[in-house]
């Protein structure tokens, strides 16, 4: 069985009410590639209104969960809440949080867990900086990023995870990878998966990319064997994010 292409439409803090409606109408409206899985992550005010605005072949994400089940932790959101929302996904350690508010390679691992023994679908987000990339510690960067999840979760449990590899340099900065930079650290995930988890988990986990992709650039990267699909950003918020789901058309 071919790995499902995927489609991760990441809004971040953008968007209120009326445009994150008007963008999910767009999204029910368009001829979508029926055999790509497109999940779009509105900010948490939002999940509960993208839920019922969605056609029911659109999944909804949140973009961070907390690891504990519930009581005093004020600001956060449990994955007993996504659940009653009806939320299936969520996203998990995404560069802005793990540099602006400084999460850890552990506690995102242990959100990770939570979320995968709960029922949630995780986008899983590694990445490098530019400094990182620039002294040759890529992978080295994305493997410590993966034994961190590798040491929570069992082996089965990768079934639920979506790996979304995102350099930061290329996030947000118009810099997209070359298609041989993203098939290369692609690959590196897909042997680290075969080697620390199991060949089914290499065979079967999407490896997506995530870092400016747009309607330009989507289809020469969706060409590479190791890249299933994509983490987009801003321009999930546009209606070229319709190109970008059908790049495999
Ligand atoms: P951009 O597509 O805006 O570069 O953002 C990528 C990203 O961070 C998706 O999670």
Do not use: L, M, Q
């Given at each position: 069985m071919p790995r499902q292409f995927f489609i991760g439409g990441n809004f971040k803090m953008n968007g209120v009410a009326d445009s994150i409606t008007s963008i999910v109408n767009n999204l029910n409206s368009a001829k979508l590639d029926p055999n790509a899985e497109v999940v779009i992550s509105p900010p948490a005010p939002y999940l509960s209104l993208a839920r019922q605005v969605a056609n029911d072949n659109i999944g909804v994400a949140a973009q961070n969960v907390f690891d504990?089940?519930?009581?005093?932790?004020?600001?956060e959101i449990s994955v007993e809440q996504l659940q009653d929302l009806k939320i299936n996904w969520t996203l998990v350690g995404h560069s802005e949080r793990r540099v602006l508010l400084k999460e850890s390679d552990e506690f995102i691992a242990k959100k990770v867990k939570a979320a995968v023994d709960g029922g949630l679908g995780v986008i899983f987000c590694i990445g490098e900086t530019l400094e990182e990339r620039e002294s040759n510690s890529t992978i080295a960067v994305v493997t410590r990023q993966l034994n961190a999840a590798a040491k929570e979760l069992s082996k089965e449990q990768w079934a639920k995870v979506v790996i979304a590899y995102e350099p930061v340099w290329a996030i947000g900065t118009g810099k997209v990878a070359t298609t041989e930079q993203a098939q290369e650290v692609h690959a590196a995930i897909r042997k680290w998966l075969g080697e620390a988890i199991s060949a089914e988990a290499a065979d079967n986990t999407r490896v997506i990319y995530g870092g400016s992709v747009s309607e330009k650039n989507c289809r020469e990267l969706a060409k590479?064997?190791?890249?299933?699909g994509f983490l987009v950003g801003g321009a999930s918020l546009k209606p070229a994010f319709v190109d970008i789901v059908n790049s495999r058309l």
């Open positions: 504990k089940p519930n009581g005093a932790f004020t600001g590479e064997n190791d890249v299933d």
